[in-house]
């Protein structure tokens, strides 16, 4: 990549809403949306809460989302520090049946520095507890497959997942609230995520998010019953 690119890459960057430092958890990026619906008498039916995979999953297939009226809240890059510190914002204050969490590889990639495993999945218990607290119904997802990071190629991620998904388990059977696990069926021969389902090692392609969106309705028509 030459001197050029490279500015231009870090100049686009730095000047993403959600990355300036000022708002490090991105409070303001759901903001006006967010008031928006707040002025609807209908209450929202599932907030999907989340990072790049989240995201990307709206972006791919807008239609699940307005065909279920559900509400994305995913945004790229995200660790569970900062989905913690919006959940109130971006989750509760909308006052849905449920939320679907996915979150954690990012962590594991250490995208906002390093962080045990252990500390991963206590802001996952953190959102839990707000969620049950608020009569929202947590539904907490499974970390994806993933044996390598194209951005962070010193951290190999295969045996951590598999040990944050282990521990995301017990959660939801503490809690007595919905597990949906996207590893097992995702999973290939290397502990990473097929390849016709991703277009990188980490993230969905539009193949893949149509392989999870069965595996999760499964769980929210019961719930919405």
């Given amino acids: 990549m030459n001197k050029t690119i490279t500015l231009a890459f870090l100049a686009l960057f730095f000047a993403a809403g959600p990355l300036q ?11 006006a949306k967010n008031d928006s619906l707040m002025q609807l ?37 995200q660790t569970t520090p900062q989905m913690l510190l919006r959940f109130r914002q971006d989750v509760i204050d909308l006052n849905p049946k449920a939320v679907v969490i ?24 953190s959102m839990v507890q707000l969620s049950l607290a608020n009569e929202i119904t947590p539904v907490l997802c499974s970390v994806l497959p993933a044996n390598s990071f194209p951005w962070r190629q010193r951290i190999t991620p295969t045996e951590s997942v598999i ?7 017990e959660m939801a059977e503490h809690y ?13 021969d290397k502990k990473g995520l097929k390849p016709e389902w991703g277009y990188d090692p980490v993230h969905p392609n539009e193949e893949g998010y149509k392989v999870m969106e069965p595996i999760v309705m499964n769980t929210l028509n019961q719930l919405l019953k």
Avoid: C
């Fill in 21 to 31: 430092a000022q708002d490090w958890p991105a409070m303001e990026y759901f903001k």
């Fill in 41 to 77: 008498t209908d209450q929202t039916s599932v907030v999907f809460m989340g990072n790049s995979i989240t995201q990307g999953w709206i972006s791919m297939r807008p239609e699940f989302f307005s065909r279920n009226h559900f509400i994305n809240r995913g945004i790229g890059g």
């Fill in 102 to 125: 996915l979150a954690g590889i990012n962590d594991i990639a250490e995208n906002t520095g390093p962080i045990s495993l252990e500390d991963i999945a206590k802001n996952l218990e």
């Fill in 163 to 169: 040990e944050l998904n282990r521990m995301l388990r």
């Fill in 176 to 188: 007595q609230v919905p597990y949906v696990d996207y590893y097992s069926p995702m999973v290939d």
